[in-house]
């Protein structure tokens, strides 16, 4: 599939089915990770990967929206090794290199079969305190992943008109 084709049929899954991520799409996946470019190439992520039924459980406990996934990884950014602008103390890069982490985790799944869901809606504290996450890591986001099941589609905004003529300036 090209690259193309691959962003604009990928959407936000929120019924996963049953079937398991194997081993090595798991590989696949945290290879994408690895490969993500950030600032300075600091690397300041941090990926926890949730796979058994305990830590399913204490994410459900502690996010309501993990939507049947029997797999989820949660981004963080070690705060030491955020890349920081020099000419301000207000823009350091550790969410956005997270971000961008995310964003290849997220696509690669895509091209795998694999459906995702970036989820921001949570409370960091509680997410903290489930799994032991270190004060010194911000969590950006938590992706939970799967196969779509079978009724999966997307939501209705999916196939909103875009933007683009309000998005984009030219100059």
């Known amino acids: 599939m090209k690259f193309t084709e691959l962003i604009k049929s ?3 899954v929120r ?5 398991k991520i194997g081993d090595a799409d798991l590989k696949i996946l945290l290879e994408a990770a690895n490969v993500a ?12 990967v949730l796979r058994s ?18 797999t989820a990884i949660i981004f963080t950014s070690v705060k030491e090794r955020e ?5 301000t103390s207000e823009y350091h890069t550790g969410e956005i290199d997270c971000s961008i982490v995310c ?7 895509w091209e795998l079969g694999i459906g995702s869901c970036w989820v921001g809606y949570y409370d960091p504290e509680k997410i903290r305190s489930a799994f032991a996450i270190p004060e010194n890591e911000q969590i950006v986001a938590i ?11 997307p939501s209705a905004r999916h ?12 100059l």
């Open 159 to 170: 196939a909103e008109f875009r933007k683009s003529e309000e998005t984009v300036k030219y």
């Open 143 to 153: 992706l939970p992943l799967g196969y779509p099941a079978d009724d999966s589609k």
């Open 15 to 19: 019924k996963f089915s049953d079937k």
């Open 83 to 87: 890349w920081k602008n020099p000419f």
């Open 37 to 48: 470019p950030t600032a300075c190439n600091n690397q300041p992520q941090k990926l926890y």
């Open 53 to 70: 039924a305990e830590s399913i459980v204490k994410l459900n406990n502690s996010c309501k929206f993990v939507f049947g996934a029997s």
């Open 10 to 12: 990928r959407y936000s």
């Open 103 to 109: 964003t290849h985790v997220m696509l690669q799944a």
